[in-house]
């Protein structure tokens, strides 16, 4: 699988296998493509309008909550620009490649896989100078290149908006399902609108809203306060017509917990966001009509 180095190496489509115009290479790549996937029984991409509302946060920690209840996850990070799962997840280094073509996911436990942008990096302070073909075929080789074996879930964390990466994963992965994560304030809910709308124009299933930071415990008086405004889940989703998957509250805890590379979910615990994290698994699984 090919490391990052110069934009001008990496944008050349015909080395990407992006675009038609890649002939044959390109076709025997989809057939190494749809044989990946075939594997795979249930993709989804965690997307949301407008950046910082915690989405890797929440793709991270929902990969190790489905894995810790027996299924065999994959994680990937398709934020090609600003990969971050690698370090939430505590894994450094490369990918280590097999038969000078295959990568190995890194392991983080028994049933979870991980796969990021990071991991192709020499130099994590490298910036990823990159248009659209150069993005999409790397994008590409995240499937055909990487030996991710039989999954029973593939959680996908695509950077925020409506660009290149959301659009190659609804097109490279047909039968994913979105979940859009939004924060409870207008400006976040506007965006989350026009996920909606991306996902009906390319006929993406929308597995539902997860609305993020909503309380916060106060450590001086114990009482929830409201961040942004006052958050009505339910609500939000059924005037946005899609089905509502939880809220979870904003905790010290997990911004801890990522800085260190150890998610909250990766340990037991009874706190509110562990419960509201095993409800929203739950409800994505009966969604997925996993039960």
């Known amino acids: 699988m090919a490391q990052p180095d110069s934009p001008e190496k990496t944008c050349d489509p015909s080395s990407c296998g992006s675009g038609k115009g890649s002939g044959a290479a390109h076709d025997i790549q989809d057939l190494t493509i749809e044989s990946s996937l075939k594997k795979i029984t249930h993709k989804l991409m965690i997307m949301s309008g ?3 509302v915690g989405k890797s946060s929440i793709a991270a920690n929902l990969a190790v909550t489905l894995s810790n209840k027996g299924l065999k996850t994959g994680l990937l990070d398709v934020d090609l620009h600003g990969p971050s799962v690698a370090g939430m997840m505590g894994l450094s280094g490369l990918l280590d490649v097999v038969d000078g073509k295959f990568a190995e996911p890194k392991a983080f436990s028994e049933n979870l896989k991980v796969v990021s942008m990071a ?3 020499q130099d994590q302070d490298q910036a990823i100078i990159w248009r659209g073909p150069a993005k999409i075929g790397v994008i590409r080789q995240f499937i055909s290149d990487v030996n991710w074996r039989s999954l029973d879930c593939l959680v996908i964390d695509s950077p925020p908006g409506t660009g290149d990466e ?5 097109q490279t992965i047909p039968d994913a399902k979105a979940i ?3 924060t409870p304030q207008e400006v976040s809910l506007a965006d989350v609108r026009k996920s909606i709308n991306f996902c009906k124009h390319v006929n993406m299933e929308i597995l539902g809203l997860v609305v993020n930071m909503a309380t916060f415990k106060c450590p001086h008086c114990g009482e929830p ?3 942004f405004k006052k958050s009505d889940g339910p609500k939000t989703a059924e005037a ?3 089905p509502f998957l939880g809220t979870i509250p904003f905790h010290q805890d997990l911004v801890r917990a990522c800085d260190e590379g150890n998610p909250v979910m990766s340990h037991k615990g009874t706190s509110p966001f562990h419960r509201a994290f095993e409800a929203i ?3 994505v699984l009966e969604q997925l009509k996993w039960f």
């Open 50 to 52: 407008k950046g910082g």
């Open 119 to 121: 991991s192709l990096m």
């Open 166 to 170: 959301p659009l190659t994963v609804a």
């Open 180 to 182: 859009v994560v939004t």
């Open 225 to 227: 306060v409201d961040l």
């Open 240 to 242: 946005l017509s899609v």
């Open 281 to 283: 698994a739950n409800q």
